[in-house]
C-alpha cells in the first residue's frame, strides 16, 4: 500500500526558516519523482515544487523559487522541502505527491503556519 506521511510543519515567524519531510512507503521510491504542494484556506491546491527520481532535477513555482528547496534521499525513502526567507503567504497545509502506476497519491498534510 503506498503511504505517504509527511511532519515538520508548525509556527514559525516571517523570514524564518522550516524544514518539511516526507516519509514514502509501499512502492520503489528510488524510481519515482515526487512532488510538494500546498493549499491555503479558501484556495485552491497548487504546486510548489517537485524532483526526479535521481535528485539530479528539481523544478519551482515562482512563488518559490529561490526560497524553496528541495531534496530526497533514495537510501531513507524521504523527501525534503527547505523553506527559508518565509512570508505570511506561505501558510498552508503542504502535502508531499506521488504518481505511482499512472495513479496519484497524497499524505496527509503536515501545517505550516507563518505569522508574527
Known amino acids: 500500500e503506498v503511504q505517504l506521511v509527511e511532519s515538520g510543519g508548525g509556527l514559525v515567524q516571517p523570514g524564518g526558516s522550516l524544514r518539511l519531510s516526507c516519509a514514502a512507503f509501499g512502492f520503489t521510491f528510488s524510481s519515482s519523482a515526487m512532488g510538494w504542494f500546498r493549499q491555503a484556506p479558501g484556495k485552491e491546491r497548487e504546486f510548489v515544487g517537485g524532483?526526479?527520481?535521481?535528485?539530479?532535477?528539481?523544478y519551482y513555482a515562482d512563488s518559490v523559487k529561490g526560497r524553496f528547496d528541495i531534496s530526497r534521499d533514495n537510501a531513507k525513502n524521504m523527501v525534503y522541502l527547505q523553506m527559508n526567507s518565509l512570508k505570511s503567504e506561505d501558510t498552508a497545509v503542504y502535502y508531499c505527491n506521488a504518481e505511482v502506476s499512472y495513479r496519484t497519491y497524497w499524505g496527509q498534510g503536515t501545517q505550516v503556519n507563518v505569522s508574527s
Open positions: 524532483i526526479s527520481w535521481s535528485g539530479s532535477i528539481t
